[in-house]
C-alpha cells in the first residue's frame, strides 16, 4: 500500500460546491502543495529536525495565495478555499508543475488524478468579510488585493460539514 500524504490544493467555493456533487473535490491535472520527504530534508539544520505542523501550514498558506491568484486573476473574485486531503503518493506526479499566472508559487506536485470527496479531511475558507473583489484591472491592485488576503485567516471546516458550507454559500 502506498504511504499517504497530506495535501492542501487551491480552490474556490464556487467550483468546490459545483464538482462535490459528482464525487470530486478538486480535478485532476491541478496543482497542489504538501511536505514531503524531500521538503523536510531541505528544512533540516544540522541535527535540528524542522516542525512538522509549521511545514504544513507554510504548505496551507501557499494554496491559500494560489487561491487568491486565481479567483482574482480570472476576474471572478470570490472566497479563497484550501481542501486538505491525504492521497497515496502515486496520485502525485511533480512532471508538469507550474505557475501559468506568474504571480502564484509553483505547486509542488500536480494531481495524477481527480481528487475525490472521500479522500478530503477538510476545508480551509475565507470568512464571508474576506470576499475578494471580481473584476480588478491594474497590477497594482492585483498586489493589495494580495497582500490584504495573506492577513486574513481562514476559517476550518471538517469534512462533514461541506453541505452546510455550500449552502451557505447559495444563500448569500
Known amino acids: 500500500m502506498s504511504k499517504l500524504v497530506r495535501i492542501y490544493a487551491p480552490s474556490a467555493l464556487d467550483e468546490l460546491a459545483a464538482d ?6 478538486v480535478p485532476g491535472g491541478d496543482g497542489v502543495f504538501a511536505v514531503t520527504e524531500p521538503a523536510i530534508h531541505a528544512a533540516t539544520t544540522g541535527e535540528t529536525k524542522p516542525d512538522l ?10 494554496a ?36 501559468a499566472t506568474g504571480v502564484g508559487a509553483r505547486p509542488d506536485y500536480v494531481l495524477t488524478s481527480d481528487l475525490t470527496t472521500a479522500q478530503v479531511v477538510s476545508f480551509h475558507v475565507d470568512a464571508d ?15 493589495i488585493l494580495l497582500k490584504a488576503a495573506a492577513d486574513c485567516d481562514l476559517l476550518w471546516y471538517d469534512v462533514s460539514e461541506a453541505d452546510e458550507l455550500f449552502s451557505y454559500r447559495s444563500a448569500r
Not at 74 to 82: A, L, N, P
Not at 130 to 143: H, N, Q, R, W, Y
Open 53 to 62: 505542523e509549521e511545514l504544513e501550514y507554510d504548505s496551507m498558506l501557499t
Open 64 to 99: 491559500a495565495h494560489n487561491s487568491a491568484v486565481n479567483l482574482l486573476i480570472s476576474g471572478r473574485g470570490g472566497r479563497r478555499v484550501v481542501v486538505a486531503a491525504d492521497v497515496p503518493e502515486g496520485q502525485l506526479s511533480a512532471d508538469g508543475t507550474s505557475d
Open 129 to 143: 468579510d474576506a470576499t475578494l473583489p471580481a473584476g480588478v484591472e491594474s497590477a497594482e491592485m492585483l498586489g
Open 20 to 25: 462535490w456533487p459528482r464525487g470530486v473535490a
